[in-house]
């Protein structure tokens, strides 16, 4: 088996600090701002780097475009305060759906479930977003929010129950099996997800003139 990494810098700090600075630091209000956007946010979109990012390298700052719906994109200086919420969410995340098919064995099966850890794991509103935009149903583990430990610990456990059941096995099987109880907080909604399907190719658009806005970026 083989085991695909996307590896960020600017995670849970610079949501923090997006809701710090546009949602009067209180997560109930950043949830709110996001809730009551669109999927897609109208076409404002944001990146957050307040740390050099390793994907991509060496990008840094804020940086902020809106597009229309011909998919043309325009670098602005600004956007609504109510959207950076929801802003920084999308961006974060279209980043990971963007490249996931690109780390993938190319006999991988489709992917079919998200386990979501660490702290923003227990947030719903953050957990239904992911859910959409990547468009699979989201876990969470009841008894930790290790981020790290869950993941390594769940791989080594399918490793060594396949090795007993001599290299036989799915991980599906394994989970029907498996102590590590996880519980389902968000199915994806399919008219959501089909929005954000047509949104990978302006994400990525924006992320190149974000790339090419930073000196130290590596494209």
């Known amino acids: 088996a083989s085991l695909g990494v996307l590896c960020y810098k600017n995670g849970a700090l610079a949501r923090e600090r997006v809701r710090d600075a546009h949602a009067n630091s209180d997560w109930a209000r950043f949830n709110e701002l996001v809730e009551s956007t669109p999927a897609g946010n109208a076409g404002r979109w944001g990146f957050y780097f307040p740390l050099p990012e390793i994907i991509p390298p060496g990008v840094s700052g804020e940086h902020f475009f809106q597009s229309a719906s011909d998919g043309t994109v325009t670098k602005v200086d600004a956007i609504a305060e109510e959207a950076h919420p929801r802003a920084i969410l999308e961006s974060q995340l279209l980043s990971i ?5 690109a780390i993938l064995p190319p006999d991988a099966p489709p992917l079919r479930r ?4 660490g702290g923003s794991s227990h ?9 959409d935009i990547l468009g699979m149903p989201a876990y969470i583990a009841t008894d930790t929010r290790e981020a790290a430990g869950t993941g390594g610990a769940l791989l080594a456990r399918f490793a060594w129950w396949r090795a007993q059941a001599g290299g036989r096995g799915t991980f599906e099987q394994m989970r029907a099996m498996d102590s590590l109880r996880m519980r389902r907080v968000a199915v994806p909604k399919e008219e959501v997800t089909r929005v954000y399907d047509a949104l990978v190719e302006p994400y990525r658009t924006c ?10 970026a590596l494209a």
């Not at 759906?97 to 098919?101: D, H, L």
């Not at 998200?114 to 850890?117: D, E, G, I, M, P």
């Open 97 to 101: 759906r963007s490249r996931v098919a």
């Open 123 to 131: 947030n719903s509103t953050i957990a239904q977003i992911a859910a």
């Open 114 to 117: 998200l386990v979501l850890t």
């Open 207 to 216: 992320e190149a003139l974000v790339v090419k806005a930073c000196p130290g």
